[in-house]
């Protein structure tokens, strides 16, 4: 983690390495770009051999093809997390070639501009933007989960994809935050029901995080109102989040399950601005 007064390093992971996952098996969804291939990437540099699981097929097969290229070992998984046939037929895939699942970290979800970017004031809600924002976010990392532990069978390890939006409301993406609320508790039964066969299940929820993505979405404006929220001078990055899922996924974690692990640069700690920033707002309307 990072912890000097300067942004961390976003460069890729480099080189397998004696680590934490030798042996082992672990299967990273989402892993086309951002977050998840930054999680393969690590799993796998620390010797894990990884499923990379995505929509796109292209993504997969990059991410893999980048594991590979450092000397890791990926296959690439092309799967509707929504979809039961799919993620069955992707899991069996997976234990086909590699025999076995030992990670699991659920982390696809719906943002793209169809589904995240139309999920906005509750008024003007599109039920089918809710509706796929649950199918993906909520039944898409059940479904992993159901065809996963079955396939683990010494123990293991499973970290879901939650988000501060769980924590705290917002006046947009009321689907998208109910969703990730949802996973924290999904987390707590998923821990209690597998904990007796040696599998654990934690969370983790990031603020915002510096992907290629949100650096081309959002503009200077809205990166600087970011920055105002932390307490850090640094924001997240996917490598800042795949230090903390490799920590829960490996052995260091072993006592802890049924958890949700905030990653977000400070941002919750304080005291909320939204109330104060509105009545602002108010009176300089009123002059």
């Known amino acids: 983690m990072s912890g000097g007064p300067?942004?961390?390093?976003?460069?890729?992971?480099?080189?397998?390495?004696?680590?934490?996952?030798?042996?082992?098996?672990?299967?990273?969804?989402?892993?086309?770009?951002?977050?998840?291939?930054?999680?393969?990437a690590r799993l796998?540099?620390?010797g894990a051999r990884v499923g990379v699981l995505d929509l796109r097929a292209a993504g997969a097969k990059?991410?893999?093809?980048?594991?590979?290229?450092?000397?890791?070992?990926?296959?690439?998984?092309?799967?509707?997390?929504?979809?039961?046939?799919?993620?069955?037929?992707?899991?069996?895939?997976?234990?086909?070639?590699?025999g076995r699942v030992d990670v699991l970290h659920s982390n696809a979800a719906a943002l793209d501009a169809a589904v995240y970017g139309r999920d906005r004031d509750l008024d003007s809600l599109d039920v089918g933007v809710w509706d796929r924002t649950m199918e993906v976010n909520l039944r898409g990392a059940m479904l992993m989960?159901?065809?996963?532990?079955?396939?683990m069978p010494d123990g293991g390890a499973i970290v879901l994809m939650s988000s501060v939006s769980a924590l705290v409301g917002d006046e947009v993406h009321a689907a998208y935050g109910a969703s990730k609320a949802a996973l924290i508790g999904f987390t707590r039964y998923v821990?209690?029901?597998?904990?007796?066969?040696?599998?654990?299940?934690?969370?983790?929820?990031?603020?915002?995080?510096?992907?290629q993505t949100a650096q081309r979405a959002l503009s200077q404006g809205q990166l600087a109102d970011k920055a105002a929220e932390r307490l850090l001078p640094w924001p997240c990055t996917p490598d800042d989040v795949a230090n903390l899922v490799c920590f829960l996924a490996s052995d260091e974690a072993r006592c802890i399950t049924g958890q949700t692990l905030t990653i977000d640069s400070g941002t919750l700690a304080h005291r909320p601005q939204h109330a104060v920033q509105r009545r602002r707002d108010l009176n300089d309307g009123l002059h």
Not at 6 to 31: E, K
Request: glycine residues 12%; charged residues 15%; contains cysteine.
């Open 191 to 211: 821990a209690t029901m597998y904990g007796s066969r040696g599998v654990r299940c934690n969370a983790v929820a990031p603020a915002l995080v510096l992907t």
């Open 6 to 40: 300067t942004s961390p390093s976003t460069g890729p992971s480099t080189g397998p390495s004696a680590g934490r996952f030798d042996g082992r098996v672990a299967l990273v969804t989402g892993a086309g770009s951002g977050i998840g291939a930054a999680c393969a």
């Open 145 to 151: 989960v159901k065809h996963t532990a079955p396939a």
């Open 62 to 98: 990059s991410t893999a093809a980048a594991i590979r290229a450092h000397g890791g070992t990926a296959m690439a998984l092309t799967c509707d997390v929504s979809d039961e046939k799919q993620v069955e037929e992707a899991v069996a895939t997976l234990v086909a070639s590699f």
């Open 44 to 46: 796998a540099a620390e």
